[in-house]
């Protein structure tokens, strides 16, 4: 555990939600050349090129008898196009909406279909089609189900599960460390699923309260091992889906002292496993032979401090591995060199290749365009607080600088969603001033699809805004990023009280250059006519791009180095700003910040 907590991790879902609006997600039609959305009830494609929309499924073959249509919350089709799986009723396990009912609509007979009928109502979870889409398989109180679609015949594949001992899904612990929560993946073939089992037995509850849902509280038992406690065990199963047998991966070492975040398959009868130790420190990477559950590692690295998942984002899967080149390679994200950089590593381990070399950090994998031989991602090597969108070649001959794909006029935060066949992008932008805008461009030429709809005719600049961005050198020698967001009418003669936005751990930084970051959200009013200055100091061992060095320098030191890189932050800027009066309540822990200013 890298000393993150309850109570932080709930008050930074608000400052998440703002990133995982930003990041957005698009549904793409298997070609890539367009998508579709929910609109009216009924589902269209739209063509990014053109914007022409078209129906592909009307609101009335989303009806069931009960005359209500169906509007989901997430939806897939079949990889043949002839089945739409659709995801309703859903409801929040921890932080997303991970569990509700589906249902099942074919496209060629229109029939409409509840999948899981004789199981309890918002209970299914993770469903999806087996490859030739004749099967569903999910899961519901913690066993895994596989149904037939044209009979609606449910097979249970596992029956063991309680509270504790947790199939195809995980605890608390994997969710919040790891990201992890879909946990079963159908074979290339279709005839097993692997899983992992995660056994909870004997981590003993952390007892929390529920005073919302009636007039009296209700206690709630979380399985969550404490500082000091050995995790939850997890193992991979794999099932043979027509038997019904199931064989475990022969994976080496104490289960309680090693994690499994990552699995995938490889080929028909061959896994790929990611596993770290305990400290997460050292990252095995390992083939599992499911047809004798032998593991073998094939690749390995280590880290002083912790190796990082690299997710998408902080709360996110961590997602599977990338094969390209005719599955002889896939892509790896490390931190090994001291950036977060792309490497190529070969099927058998023996080559790694970096391919964006530089002192950088990336951010995001934005997508893999084999065919024009570019790897797209989000990155700023000038400006760790701002984010534009860079390429490299995928396979280089020669120098292989990554280029700025992103317009560097437009100073600030942009995020692509990119279609998989990098033709087209959804590309937003957005600046402290500046309130995001939004355009269609296509790749690789990066040019806009409608020249009335572009980033550069709409942004507009907040002249209301007051935010000033600055660099902060402490008595420490240490570079802190920092935003002041000053009080309407402001006056430099006059003294202002100051509030200051504290997170300071791994999970997220707060001083980042885009729009609406700059309020306080338990404040109850509006801060700045009230006459307060507001300012975010991010410190070391947030996630800023600004090496690995930066965003480890928590480690085994959380609670003492990143507060006082905020208390020597606000000394320095009360020295330099005559404005600023130390007459504050400093939001989330800050009575250490106090203590090390006076």
């Not at 449910?154 to 899904?169: A, F, G, V």
């Not at 391919?355 to 989000?378: A, H, L, M, P, Q």
């Not at 309407?488 to 999970?507: I, Q, R, T």
């Not at 928590?554 to 005559?578: E, P, V």
Request: glycine share 6%; net charge positive.
């Amino acid at each position: 555990m890298k000393g993150k907590n309850i109570l932080l991790s709930i008050v930074l879902l608000f400052v998440m939600q703002v990133i995982f609006a930003q990041r957005g997600q698009i549904n793409w039609m298997a070609d890539g050349n367009a998508y579709t959305k929910i609109k009216d009830g009924n589902i269209v494609k739209v063509d990014p090129k053109t914007e022409a929309e078209t129906v592909l499924i009307k609101k009335e073959q989303l009806t069931p008898g009960s005359g209500k249509v169906l509007l989901p919350d997430s939806y897939k089709f079949s990889t043949d196009n002839t089945k739409l799986l659709l995801f309703v009723n859903t409801k929040k396990v921890w932080r997303y909406n991970t569990m509700g009912d589906y249902w099942l609509l074919d496209l060629v007979s229109n029939k409409l279909t509840q999948l899981g009928k004789n199981r309890p109502a918002q209970s299914l979870m993770f469903a999806k089609f087996s490859p030739d889409a004749k099967k569903v398989a999910y899961v519901s109180e913690h066993n895994l189900f596989v149904e037939d679609v044209t009979s609606n015949i449910i097979k249970r594949i596992t029956s063991d599960s309680t509270r504790k001992l947790i199939n195809d899904t995980f605890d608390w612990a994997y969710e919040e460390e790891f990201g992890c929560r879909d946990g079963f993946r159908w074979s290339p073939d279709g005839s097993k699923i692997a899983f992992w089992q995660i056994d909870a037995t004997k981590i003993r509850d952390y007892f929390m309260l529920n005073t919302t849902d009636s007039n009296y509280s209700k206690v709630v038992p979380v399985e969550y091992p404490k500082v000091g406690e050995s995790p939850s065990p997890a193992k991979i199963g794999v099932a043979n889906v027509s038997s019904g047998l199931i064989r475990w991966m022969q994976i080496d070492g104490n289960p309680q002292q090693h994690y499994i975040p990552r699995m995938e398959w490889s080929g028909t009868n061959e896994l790929i496993v990611q596993q770290l130790d305990r400290k997460q420190q050292e990252s095995k990477l390992m083939y599992c032979n499911t047809t004798d559950g032998g593991a073998r590692t094939f690749w390995a690295e280590n880290d002083d401090a912790w190796v990082d998942l690299n997710s998408s984002d902080i709360f996110g899967e961590p997602g599977g591995f990338t094969w390209i080149n005719n599955n002889q390679e896939f892509v790896w994200v490390s931190e090994k060199d001291g950036w977060r950089h792309i490497y190529k590593i070969s099927r058998d381990g023996k080559t790694e290749t970096l391919i964006s070399k530089g002192d950088y950090d990336i951010d995001v994998i934005k997508c893999i365009d084999e065919k024009n031989n570019y790897i797209y991602f989000t990155a700023s090597p000038a400006n760790a607080t701002q984010l534009y969108l860079y390429r490299v070649k995928l396979n280089p001959k020669g120098n292989n600088d990554a280029e700025l794909v992103t317009n560097p006029n437009f100073k600030g935060t942009h995020n692509y969603t990119i279609s998989p066949n990098g033709k087209f992008a959804s590309h937003s932008f957005s600046n402290h001033n500046t309130p995001r805008v939004s355009e269609w461009i296509t790749l690789p030429d990066n040019k806009p699809v409608n020249a009335s709809k572009t980033i550069a005719a709409n942004a507009k600049t907040n002249k209301d805004n007051d935010v000033e961005y600055l660099q902060i050198v402490t008595e420490d020698n240490v570079t802190l990023d920092a935003w002041i967001n000053k009080p309407k009418n402001f006056d430099a003669s006059k003294k202002y009280p100051v509030v200051l936005d504290v997170y300071g751990e791994p999970a997220a930084s707060t001083v980042l250059d885009r729009n609406g970051g700059h309020t306080n959200f338990l404040y109850n009013g509006d801060i700045r006519a009230d006459g307060y200055v507001q300012v975010s100091i991010d410190n070391r061992g947030t996630p800023m791009l600004k090496g690995a060095k930066w965003r480890k320098a928590i480690y085994r030191k959380i609670g003492t180095i990143n507060i006082r890189d905020l208390a020597m932050g606000m000394k320095k800027l009360l020295q330099d700003k005559s404005f600023i009066l130390i007459k504050t309540e400093l939001r989330f822990g800050v009575g250490a910040v106090v203590a090390h200013l006076l």
